[in-house]
């Protein structure tokens, strides 16, 4: 049961990681475009690399503290969405953010409610939050370095192998967590990353999941942590 005293604690602790999260959009990611442009990496290059430090430093920094700060969903729940909101309504009124957003390209609304619902969801079977956390964690740093690794190389965004060899090596370190569940959710979240059929920030939090909920269900003794 969630009491008056687990909001008021959670609020206290959202609102810094919520400013944190507009410093890391606003500020931070800016800073790495504009060092990206002024290294000779062609615009659509930088503004990858502004995309991928907002995976890393933004989401995945809150991710990892929410297992170890947070006692309720909502309040993350509904700071991913005031940011999906956010993120929609400068799109539909064409003011984008160049340093890490592109024009006609939804996928930063896609990881905020993505990243909201897995854990929202993951909490109502999993009351320490790993269940929903790891697959954030999967498309917060695992396509995050995924993204840096081929950015690096190719100066543009292309699914190349070695950008998935790096996704694969941070997720299964991050899956550990789960024991063999997680390294199995690795694995195929990787290989949905690296499909282009449908927006990874989609396939590789909603497939990870349900893999963990099937080990949960069905294989608990699967998921003992290795760490």
Known sequence: MITKTDFLSDFYITIPLFIWVIFIIKCFARWVYDLAVKKG??????????????????????TLSIPFLFREPFLPFLSALILA???????????????????????????????????????FFDKSFWLGVIPALFMSFGDGVSGIVRNLKYKKRVKAWEGSLGMFLVCILIGLKMGWAGIVAAIFATIFEKSEVIDDNISIPAISFLILLFFFYFYPNLMKSFI
């Not at 290059?45 to 995309?51: M, Q």
């Not at 907002?54 to 995945?60: C, E, Q, S, T």
């Not at 929609?88 to 984008?96: A, F, H, I, Q, S």
């Not at 390209?105 to 909201?116: C, H, T």
């Open 41 to 62: 990496y062609p615009p659509d290059s930088a503004t990858y690399f502004g995309r991928k430090i907002v995976h890393l430093f933004g989401a995945g920094f809150v």
């Open 85 to 123: 909101i956010y993120t929609w309504l400068l799109r539909k009124r064409e003011r984008v953010f160049q340093w890490f957003q592109v024009k006609n390209d939804f996928k930063v609304v896609d990881f905020s409610i993505m990243w909201g619902l897995s854990i929202l969801i993951g909490w």
